[in-house]
């Protein structure tokens, strides 16, 4: 019911720049929080940042003052700005969104995943 598509991944050298898009679309009634998680080889996936329909920002430790969450709600579209990367943040980055999907009355909320997109940081 709910697709959500990143882009955005890539290769950079340390020190370099990327921003991750991911664009919800399907019966999408509204999304509450969306966000960005990782996973590295052989590391259980883990929180990178979140942000709220009213662009209230939450961030892992590892990544605060380097990347940036933002969204725009009426194209249904989260960003990750990520700067200053670093050998660690090499992982599979993932788009999630807390949907409500449906029209009213019948209206559902459900948690959608996107597929990932690779970030790789190498010298």
């Known amino acids: 019911q709910v697709q959500l598509v990143e882009s955005g991944g890539g290769w950079v050298q340390p020190g370099g720049s990327l921003r991750l898009s991911c664009a919800a679309s399907g019966r999408i009634f509204s999304i509450n929080t969306m966000g960005w998680y990782r996973q590295a080889p052989g590391q259980q996936r883990e929180l990178v940042a979140t942000?709220?329909?009213?662009?209230?920002?939450n961030y892992a430790d590892s990544v605060l003052g380097r990347f940036t969450i933002s969204r725009d709600n009426a194209k249904k579209t989260v960003y990750l700005q990520m700067n200053n990367l670093k050998l660690e943040d090499t992982a599979v980055y993932y788009c999630?969104?807390?949907?409500?999907?449906?029209?009213?009355?019948?209206?559902?909320?459900?948690?959608?995943w996107g597929q990932g997109t690779q970030v790789t940081i190498s010298s």
């Open positions: 999630n969104a807390d949907v409500i999907v449906g029209s009213i009355p019948s209206v559902k909320r459900i948690e959608s």
């Open positions: 942000t709220t329909q009213g662009g209230s920002a």
